[in-house]
């Protein structure tokens, strides 16, 4: 599951500067070329320097020539995964722990071959122990430059000069996603339209290419169109490193196929947007036929190994925390009833998958009337924009419902809905029935996996997401989720509570 970062107002500011021209002086790429030689000497001083002091302690023989070995067979593999970045990959994407130890796993397999095939022979435990630091040292560095460039790109540092091509409205869709967001390295200069002009979203015109029909009468008197020669000035004049393409009804086939050739010979990196969104990557196949470049996209996990293995682990860890927290959440029942009149578990109908209604369990935060009150508030709705009801000061939380909600405790007792299937450790929101009255059929679709104890949502800033950033992350959820997705948005979790940032 990828992370996302929405602007902040100043970084959103300072990206359409530098977009504009307003931030003055020269262009020095996107200030992070260093990450490849960085990651590149940790890999190495990760494995060489352990298995050298190792080998030499345990008295195994040649330390060095193993030294040597093991770190090309460790670069080997971290190249070929494409882990130092490459043209068509953000420049320090961390790709996570999960894909460190992969990479681990598969050197451990490919020594093991190594040592079969030469008839070596040493005792394991110090050919692993020698080895177990890469993984530290790997994973600590990727960690430590993907968190350096995100604060780096927030600032609008350490960005990409992007130039679009394309029709003014997959040019403005285009510049509007990048422009959102700032988990990428690219902020867009200006655009090459085809055909008709940009329309009011600010994107600096850089030239401009014609129509299909004036590119045809054009072809047809003067030979083919050399669109190439207009969009590669364009880009050398403003100093662009990235051309994205942008088909369109005017610009596909023979023609776009021209103006990649003109862009790569150039030496430009060239990027086409498929028109896809919010698909995760692993869904994704790039296949031909027909000489035609086609993505085959999968669909949502919506049965077989990955989600029994979900639903599993779910009630697995759930059990287990219910067993372990027993005296906790005892302690907390009778601090809820001795705070305030009424029962200490608040029960309340959700909508879990498919739309079944269940029973979710809480800590009682709020008075014992709150439902009945809960009308007179609608005014006040902090999310007057959509069906979800929330307020920051809301005047039925009770004073340790107040703690409850900052720390989350209040949502523990939900450890037994999961156990009885009836929510996920991680999902999306579990919504109320008058919510889901009100849903259409994009709305709907976030009922097609079961809620979450937590979710996207909860480590994307919880109630101080809008209705539509939050269902945003829903649908996100929904349609590409993983086990290992899971597991970071559970660790993602942990910060996101003690940070207390949107829990109210």
């Not at 500011?13 to 020095?28: E, K, T």
């Not at 030689?37 to 190495?44: E, I, K, M």
């Not at 002009?197 to 994107?203: D, E, I, K, R, Y």
Request: charged share 20%; net charge positive; aromatic share 4%.
């Amino acid at each position: 599951m990828r992370q996302q970062h929405h602007l902040s107002p100043s970084a959103s500011i300072r990206r359409q500067r530098v977009a504009f021209g307003a931030v003055d002086g020269p262009h020095h790429g996107d200030g992070s070329a260093w990450y490849t030689p960085l990651a590149l000497a940790a890999d190495v001083l990760g494995v060489a320097l352990p298995v050298v002091a190792v080998y030499s302690l345990a008295g195994e023989p040649r330390p060095l020539t193993t030294a040597l070995v093991a770190t090309a067979c460790w670069t080997a593999v971290r190249a070929g995964h494409r882990r130092y970045g490459g043209r068509s990959r953000g420049v320090g994407e961390f790709r996570g722990l999960l894909a460190t130890v992969h990479d681990w796993l598969v050197l451990v397999g490919l020594l093991a071959v190594l040592r079969v095939a030469t008839g070596e022979s040493s005792r394991l435990p110090s050919a692993a122990f020698a080895l177990l630091p890469a993984l530290l040292v790997t994973g600590l560095t990727g960690w430590a430059i993907h968190r350096h460039l995100t604060r780096q790109r927030r600032r609008a540092l350490a960005l990409r000069r992007v130039m679009v091509v394309g029709e003014a409205a997959p040019v403005e869709a285009v510049t509007a996603r990048l422009a959102a967001r700032t988990d990428h390295p690219y902020v867009v200069i200006g655009a090459v339209p085809v055909g008709g002009a940009l329309g009011t979203s600010g994107v600096a015109a850089l030239g401009r290419l014609p129509a299909g029909s004036a590119a045809r009468e054009s072809a047809s008197s003067e030979g083919p169109v050399d669109d190439g020669d207009a969009v590669v000035a364009a880009a050398r004049e403003h100093a662009a490193d990235v051309v994205f393409v942008a088909p369109g009804c005017d610009l596909v086939g023979d023609r776009l196929r021209r103006l990649t050739w003109a862009v790569q010979d150039a030496g430009l990196s060239l990027v086409v947007a498929t028109g896809l969104t919010d698909v995760a990557r692993r869904r994704v196949t790039l296949a031909n036929a027909a000489g035609l470049s086609l993505l085959h996209v999968a669909g949502p996990p919506r049965g077989g190994a990955e989600p029994a293995l979900k639903a599993t682990l779910d009630r697995a860890v759930a059990a287990l925390g219910l067993l372990l927290l027993a005296p906790l959440l005892a302690l907390l029942a009778l601090a809820v009833r001795l705070d305030s009149p009424g029962p200490a578990l608040f029960r309340q109908v959700r909508v879990g998958r498919h739309g079944e209604p269940f029973t979710m369990l809480k800590y009682r935060t709020m008075v014992e009337d709150a439902e009945r009150i809960r009308p007179l508030l609608e005014t006040v709705n902090d999310h007057g924009g959509g069906p979800l009801f929330k307020m920051r000061a809301d005047p039925r939380v009770t004073r340790l419902g107040r703690l409850l909600r900052r720390t989350s405790l209040d949502e523990l007792p939900q450890l037994v809905n999961v156990v009885r299937g009836q929510m996920s450790l991680v999902g999306p929101r579990p919504p109320l029935p008058e919510e889901v009255a009100r849903y259409g059929q994009v709305e709907a679709r976030r009922l097609t996996v079961r809620p979450g104890m937590t979710g996207l949502w909860q480590v994307g800033g919880r109630s101080e997401l809008s209705w539509d950033e939050g269902l945003a992350l829903d649908l996100d959820y929904a349609d590409n989720w993983s086990v290992t997705g899971d597991l970071d948005v559970l660790a993602r979790t942990v910060r996101a509570v003690v940070d207390g940032r949107g829990a109210y």
